[in-house]
């Protein structure tokens, strides 16, 4: 029984060792790889840009208010859109977005809400309920 366990032994033992030796090109190894391969260099997002004063989120300017606009309109400014309703808002809410500086204005007005939506200090759209 011994020459038989012998033998099983040594076969296992060899094919392990063949495995070790092997001369079969598998290529880099995934780390060497990823190292090899160069990577873009990706540049920051570009700023949004705006000009004019904003508002905050008391519904104040930081600045002068352009006499630029007559009428409310779309790319008009925030502040403009409070010297032309001629009052402080009922709300405004300030965030960042994808777009950059997202500004949301309320007014409470007799049997309606007005939703201002302000882009980088420019009126994008208008919501009347």
């Known amino acids: ?5 012998n ?9 392990l060792v063949a495995g070790c030796t092997s001369t079969e090109d598998r290529g ?3 780390s060497q790889q990823a190292a090899a391969t160069p990577r873009p ?3 920051p997002p570009a700023a949004p840009t705006f000009s004019g004063p904003i508002l905050d989120g008391t519904g104040t300017c ?3 208010v352009p006499i630029a606009a007559s009428a409310i309109a779309p790319g ?3 502040c403009e859109l409070v010297r032309l309703k001629g009052k402080p808002p009922t709300d405004v809410l300030v965030g960042e977005g994808r777009a950059g500086r997202e500004v949301q204005v309320l007014y ?3 049997g309606a809400k007005e ?5 980088n200090n420019k009126l994008d759209r208008i919501v009347k309920s």
């Open 76 to 78: 008009i400014g925030e």
């Open 41 to 43: 260099v990706l540049s």
């Open 115 to 119: 939703l201002y939506f302000f882009v």
């Open 1 to 5: 029984m011994s020459a038989i366990r």
């Open 108 to 110: 409470n007005e007799p």
């Open 7 to 15: 033998v099983i032994v040594l076969t296992l033992a060899a094919g």
């Open 28 to 30: 880099p190894a995934p």
């Open 62 to 64: 930081n600045g002068p």
